[in-house]
């Protein structure tokens, strides 16, 4: 394990209580990471911010690309490019293989406040960057990516850079959670290129405070951290822990950031079920055995003092949770029987999916990747399939929806990210389509009439399925 901390990071006002100091380690631990990957100096730093000057400025009479029932299509690209610092530079990394517009697929995508970032993994070679960076106001449908937090951590061969990064969260301290897999070439020949880590930025300068590499011991054969979520509590900046799903060698990491030590949970939960391995997206067969993946945190109970994570497998038609409390406990937490629970009902045949969020009102919204649909499900009544509701449904924007994250704002927005990822994999993308957007919807909007809507009244009792098809 390998923990680094940066000189010269100040939090916001007010982010760390005065009653809870932020100690930063002693000795060789910290060392000045600018020097390491930060070749063209402060400038590059902020070239997002230059983007965003220049892109803030949204004409009157804009207009969204696509309207998928409350949802609104911000950003479509056919294929993804990227803002090069010259135009040579981009016809060198072409040239040179480096970058390779067909094997770039947007995964994860991320809100906070102006901006979007979106991640981009290295499942092929010519993927340049793995972490960028867009006005959440758009003033073009298709435009190019800006490497986040500048071109010199995607440039360098050292893991003190970013390799492949799959999912990332932005907290309420202003801090952007990157999780880094360390895995290139996923689906041609998976190499383990650096540990898997989290790298923490400080989203008001760009700069990095944290980097923490997992523990050797964490990292299995064959593993793939590829989910992250952040629990913060009344805005408690330093009692902070994050859940890292290993979804190809079923476990839950925890991270604490006080303690800055991390400890690796298993259970069979965390497995992924035989029936929802085989999966069909438009007519593409094919078979996945992804285990524990999709995160999502209850509200915060003061009463209780504690949270609810729920997750699930990837392959799987079921939701299950866990109390916080229990994660949480690093030596105690194998020692409470039975405290990770099914939910409920199966959501049926073909119930898979990939993320999941809860907004501060407590519903749920998760993206149902085999059924073209965002799903939703009100936490105040029972989970069975009756209750879940669906709240947009597409076989063109909604091909295989597969991130989502709800922002903070106070009118609360859960924004999706669609990719037809099984045809990036397993066959070709159509150049001439878009494939892959970037869309919202009010979270109070989306849910209006349906039965996630606190408003709408039903309770009646589980229902039986014929012929086994609860199994599923």
């Known amino acids: 394990m390998a923990v680094s901390w940066f000189d010269n990071w100040s939090p916001p006002p007010n982010v760390f209580p005065d009653h809870h100091p932020f100690h930063a380690p002693l000795g060789n631990q910290s060392y000045n990471h600018q020097r390491t990957v930060d070749k063209y100096g402060p400038i590059s730093n902020l070239l997002p911010f230059f983007l965003q000057l220049g892109l803030l400025d949204v004409p009157n009479n804009y207009e969204p690309a696509e309207r998928t029932g409350p949802f609104v299509t911000w950003y479509q690209w056919k294929m993804m490019d990227f803002q090069y610092e010259t135009p040579e530079d981009r016809e060198f990394a072409l040239s040179n293989g480096d970058f390779i517009p067909e094997n770039n697929l947007p995964l994860g995508v991320e809100v906070y406040k102006d901006r979007l970032f979106i991640t981009m993994p290295k499942w092929k070679p010519g993927v340049p960057a793995t972490l960028a960076v867009l006005p959440k106001t758009p003033k073009e449908l298709t435009p190019k990516l800006v490497p986040y937090p500048n071109w010199d951590y995607h440039n360098t061969i050292s893991c003190q850079g970013l390799t492949s990064v799959f999912r990332v969260q932005a907290d309420t301290c202003g801090r952007l959670w990157v999780l880094d897999s360390g895995l290139i070439n996923v689906t041609i020949k998976p190499k383990q290129a650096c540990p898997p880590q989290i790298f923490i930025f400080d989203l008001s300068t760009n700069k990095l405070i944290l980097r923490y590499e997992l523990p ?257």
């Not at 994999?425 to 919807?441: G, H, T």
């Open 216 to 472: 050797e011991e964490f990292i299995k054969q064959d593993g793939l951290y590829s989910n992250i979520a952040v629990d913060i509590r009344d805005n408690d900046c330093v009692n902070v822990h994050a859940y890292l799903t290993d979804v190809w060698r079923y476990g839950l990491v925890v991270f604490s950031l006080e303690k800055r030590r991390s400890w690796r949970i298993t259970d069979h939960l965390f497995y992924p079920e035989p029936l929802a391995a085989a999966y069909n997206v438009h007519g593409l067969e094919f078979e996945w055995v992804d285990g524990v993946f999709g995160l999502s945190l209850s509200p915060y109970n003061r009463k209780a003092q504690d949270r609810i994570l729920y997750f699930h497998p990837m392959s799987s038609f079921r939701e299950f949770y866990v109390k916080t409390s229990v994660v949480c406990n690093e030596t105690g937490w194998s020692d409470v029987k039975d405290a990770f629970k099914v939910m409920g009902q199966s959501r049926g045949r073909f119930g898979h999916v990939s993320a999941s969020a809860m907004d501060r009102n407590a519903i749920m919204f998760f993206n149902m990747v085999t059924r073209d649909s965002i799903g939703c499900w009100d936490s105040r009544k029972p989970y069975k399939r009756d209750n879940i509701g669906v709240v947009a449904k597409s076989t063109k924007s909604l091909v295989f929806p597969n991130d989502l994250k709800i922002d903070n704002e106070e009118r609360q927005s859960v924004w999706i990210l669609s990719n037809r990822l099984p045809f990036f994999l397993y066959r070709e993308l159509n150049k001439k389509e878009y494939n892959f957007r970037i869309m919202s919807a009010y979270t109070d909007e989306a849910i209006k009439g349906t039965i996630c809507d606190p408003e709408v009244k039903r309770f009646d009792s589980f229902r039986s399925y014929p012929d086994g098809d609860d199994c599923y």
